[in-house]
């Protein structure tokens, strides 16, 4: 069946995470992705130990099914290659810095004379204007900025980042979401997304919080929820696991479960609400309950009767778990041997599925593009 995006050609100038990671959305969904890079190519060929053939695992994650073209966009020669690949596009993805997106002509007024149609995106640290539009971004700067660090933690320790790229690939698919929504409008134009702007839109319920009720949001031991009781990892006889209980529906149904049905009139357990005004009594009495059998005995107990729970897994185990392999999430991109795996893409549709081809190689697909090669 025909791919979501087919016929559509995007053109990528970026590196490392953010701006890949938009371009790799749109490839799975079936657009022609250009990733136009550097002489010397994206850094994230280079960034990890680790190689599968020629292929390093780091670029490979993100960079799947996309074509490679190096220009050196410094140069008129580049500057007249990328000219004649935006006349037949649809939008440009940069995640540059907004100086050098300036200086190399990479926003909508520098190209619309090649194309009233296309749409250009911009994806910074903090804006493509502004005082501040030039500073550093990365992800690590980002979630120290925003608060997302100071909110992550046990209180008393320091505070953490998420153990992921959360800035980088929630400004990527945010990225992604105005590109495709000025080629719906069907007209060219700039779209500007900063990722300081993204993660503080992702703080939503306790932004609001702060803003509209003055509340000092503050981290709560063990990744507890600031308003649901429970609702955080507690320590088991084996393993971590996590509890989410939201209704008192379900409240009446673990305390049966574990063995106190007189929690449930109890007047400092009975509600949310009460939970919530004495959450240190009931996470300690909660805590020396499930520390009588492991997290996966727990799951087994309490999963069937449609408790929120689940065990904490490492990386290695979700990868392998029956829930990746019963959505199809590791797939082969091509059919290199030694394979070259990665996740599937999130989004799934009824009448398509994705084809995961190869990361391309430096400039691989040069004389396809543009008819010559520019090494």
């Known amino acids: 069946m025909s791919a979501p995006l087919s016929g559509i050609r995007i053109l990528e100038i970026g590196h490392m995470l953010a701006g890949p990671y938009c371009g790799l ?18 850094i994230a060929r280079t960034v990890s130990p680790h190689f599968v053939g020629p292929h390093n695992a780091y670029f490979a994650s993100l960079n799947r099914s996309k074509k490679s073209v190096a220009l050196d966009l410094a140069t008129e020669e ?31 007024e520098a190209l619309r004379h090649r194309n009233k149609r296309l749409v250009c995106v911009a994806l910074t640290g903090y804006g493509l204007e502004g005082r501040y539009a030039d500073n550093p971004a990365y992800d690590y700067v980002i979630q120290a900025l ?40 069907g007209r060219g134009g700039q779209v ?30 063990h990744s507890a929820h600031p308003y649901v009781v429970p609702a955080q990892i507690f320590p088991t006889a ?22 106190h049905p007189e929690w449930i009139d109890d007047p400092v357990f ?78 799934r549709f009824d009448d398509f599925s994705p084809s995961y081809g190869q990361p391309p190689l430096l400039n691989e697909h040069s004389k396809e593009i543009l008819g010559g090669d520019l090494t």
């Open 25 to 42: 959305m749109l490839a799975d969904m079936g657009a022609e992705v250009i990733k136009i890079e550097a002489p010397q190519g994206d």
């Open 78 to 108: 580049g500057q007249q290659d990328l000219g004649r690949l935006v006349e037949t596009a649809h939008a440009l993805i940069t995640n540059l810095r907004p100086s050098a997106i300036r200086k190399l002509g990479l926003t909508y």
């Open 146 to 185: 925003t608060g997302v660090m100071d909110l992550t933690g046990d209180p008393g320790a320091p505070p953490s980042k998420a153990g992921y790229s959360a800035v980088d690939n929630s400004a990527g698919l945010m990225a992604a979401l105005g590109l495709l929504a000025k080629i719906v409008q």
């Open 192 to 221: 500007d997304v900063a990722m300081y702007d993204v993660m503080l839109s992702q703080l939503n319920y306790l932004a609001g919080a702060a803003l509209n009720a003055g509340q000092v949001v503050e981290r709560q031991a």
């Open 238 to 259: 084996r393993g971590w696991l996590t509890l989410f209980i939201t209704h008192d529906k379900f409240w009446r149904i673990f305390a049966s479960e574990v063995g």
């Open 270 to 347: 009975a509600t949310m609400d009460a939970r919530r005004t004495n959450r240190r009594v009931v996470v300690a009495a909660i805590t020396q309950v499930l520390a009588q059998a492991s997290a996966d005995e727990w799951v087994r107990r309490l999963g069937p009767l449609g408790v929120v729970v689940a065990q904490v897994r490492t990386l290695d185990q979700a990868l392998h778990s029956e829930f990746t392999e019963a959505r199809g999430l590791v797939v082969a991109l091509g059919d290199a041997d030694p394979p070259l795996r990665a996740v599937a893409c999130p989004v």
